[in-house]
Each structure stands twice: as C-alpha cells, then as structure tokens.
C-alpha cells in the first residue's frame, strides 16, 4: 500500500515538503491546517482543516487514516500543535520528523532584546520607544492590551481581534517583504521600535535589516523549546532524507 505521510502544515516550509512528497511516486500525503487563515495557499496533495482534538485526537487521526510518517512544520512558536505531535508519535509508534528553520542571529549594528515572551515585550517597551511596530501575528496582541501612551502599529494576514491596545493601526499583508518596503513602513509611522518573535526564515527577516539601517532597537520573542527528547532538522532537505525510509 502506499505509505501515507502527514504533514502538519502552516508554514513555508510545510508546503515545499508536501510538494516534495507528492511528487514522490505511489506516496500519499496529507497536509493538516489549523484553519486560522481564510485563504491560506493549497498545498500538494490531500488538505484536512481543523484541531484533532489534543495529543489523543491525533493519535487517533493516525490510527483511522494509517499514517506511516508525521512531518511537524509547523511554525516555531506554535508549540501546542508540536507538544501534541510528539505525544501521538509516542503513542502510536509513528515515526516523527520535526522541521524547524533556524532562528535569526543579531549581527552587527542590531540593537536586539531578547525575552522570553510576549508579556515581557509588552513590559520593556515603554523602556525603548513610544510607536511601536508589532509584527509577533495576529494572536498574543492581548499581551500589549493594557498598554496606553504609546502608539502601536499591527501588521498581520488577517484582522486581528480584541483585546487590542488603545491606540492601535492595523495594517493586513502576508509577506514575502522586502528591505525598502519595510524601511519606507518604519520612516511612514515614525516607528521608533520594533517587536517580532524569533520566527526565522527568509520571508520576513527584511524587517530587521530595516530597523538595523534606521538604528533602530528590535525586542526579539525567544522561541518556546521543543518537547523534552525531540529534536529538529532545519529545512526540508533534511526532512525528506529522513522521510525517505517511509517514503522511499
Ligand atoms: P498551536 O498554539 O500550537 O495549536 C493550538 C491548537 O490548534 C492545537 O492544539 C491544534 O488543535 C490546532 N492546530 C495547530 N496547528 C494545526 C495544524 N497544522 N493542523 C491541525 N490543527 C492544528 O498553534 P498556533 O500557534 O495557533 O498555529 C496555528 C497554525 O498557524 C499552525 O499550523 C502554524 O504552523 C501556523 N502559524 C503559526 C504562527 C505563530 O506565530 N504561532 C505563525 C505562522 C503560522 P487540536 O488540539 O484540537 O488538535
């Protein structure tokens, strides 16, 4: 029969490894989304929407659709979807392949701060600047809810919903981005910080090249760790290598 792989997606890299795989011949792939995004690109292969239902709910996904291999890439920081992956592989006996893109590096001339979340961002800012470019998503914006006196710019892929800080202007883009596009958006709002999780990869590092350019300082969001005994590949080249005694 052919071997089934499951990749939980929502990223880049998710779909460049759906592709991958169901180019591969007699290889059957699944791609799970959250269904956070309304219009979110269709990867290759067969798309679920929706939760599982917890670590068990995915276990039994696994159990019901015989699934021979799970393929975690999702995004660095969705940490619950990740906890429960490597619970189901547990469980079941289904062989887990954790993608994760490498974090970005501070190089010279970044005024980097590092925390390890949100609530600690939203503590240091008044400390650094008073507008604000929030570009951490849609989701954990509650965090700078209670902060007032500073303005807050909001980029993400769709509306972001209450609670919001008081002062706030949402702009909607989905990235790639680019360097002068995100110099000419910090000058436009006379940004004066910026705020990002450590997310990594190409797609939206322009930002930070763009603040180091206007010196200006960046509140980095530390990544959440990987569950305790799993390790990660960092790109999908890896992933398939490692995919390829189930996959061929
Ligand atoms: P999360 O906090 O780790 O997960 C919360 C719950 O959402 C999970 O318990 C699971 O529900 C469901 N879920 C998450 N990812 C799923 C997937 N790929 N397929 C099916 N169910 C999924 O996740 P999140 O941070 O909200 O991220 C949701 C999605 O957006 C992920 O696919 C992620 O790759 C993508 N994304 C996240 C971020 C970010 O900053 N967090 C940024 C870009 C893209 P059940 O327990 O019911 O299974």
Request: no cysteine; charged share 20%; net charge positive.
């Amino acid at each position: 029969m052919s071997p089934h792989v499951l990749v939980l997606g929502g990223t880049t890299e998710a779909r460049e490894l759906a592709a991958a795989l169901a180019a591969r011949p007699g290889v059957r792939v699944t791609s799970s989304l959250a269904g956070r995004v309304s219009r979110p690109g269709t990867p290759a292969g067969e798309v679920r929407v929706g939760g599982f239902g917890g670590a068990e709910g995915l276990a039994g996904w696994l159990r019901a659709h015989r699934v021979d291999a799970v393929a975690d890439a999702t995004h660095p920081f969705a940490e619950t979807i990740t906890r429960n992956a490597a619970r189901a592989a547990a469980a079941t006996g289904v062989p887990l392949v954790v993608v994760r893109r490498p974090g970005w590096q501070a190089g010279p001339g970044d005024r980097w701060h590092p925390v390890p979340s949100l609530d600690s961002a939203a503590s240091l800012l008044p400390g650094l600047g008073r507008r604000v470019f929030l570009s951490t998503g849609r989701l954990g914006l509650a965090a700078f809810a209670h902060l007032t006196g500073l303005h807050f710019l909001v980029r993400s892929v769709e509306p972001p919903e209450p609670p919001l800080p008081e002062d706030t202007r949402v702009v909607l883009a989905r990235g790639p981005f680019t360097v002068p596009g995100e110099r000419d958006l910090l000058r436009a709002h006379r940004i004066d910080v910026l705020v990002t999780k450590d997310s990594g990869g190409a797609a939206t590092a322009a930002k930070l090249t763009a603040a180091r350019e206007l010196g200006l300082p960046v509140v980095v969001v530390r990544r959440p760790p990987l569950p305790e005994g799993v390790t990660a590949v960092p790109d999908v080249r890896t992933a398939l290598e490692r995919l390829a005694p189930t996959t061929g």
